[in-house]
């Protein structure tokens, strides 16, 4: 039961990230996922730099 409550918190959290980075940056869902799949959670900073790159780019 604790690797379920786990798994859940991980993905609320993974899915705020990605709620946040929409907002933020205005990229789309996938694309918020695939920075989080590349940089990871643990640098938020870096997250929001590349999702404005990623977003300019466009």
Known sequence: MAEDSSELRAKALRDL??????KEAGIT???????IELIGMGNLP???REAFLLKKSL
């Open 17 to 22: 990230h990605v709620e946040w980075l929409v």
């Open 46 to 48: 870096s997250l929001r």
């Open 29 to 35: 869902t996938a694309q918020a996922n695939e920075l």
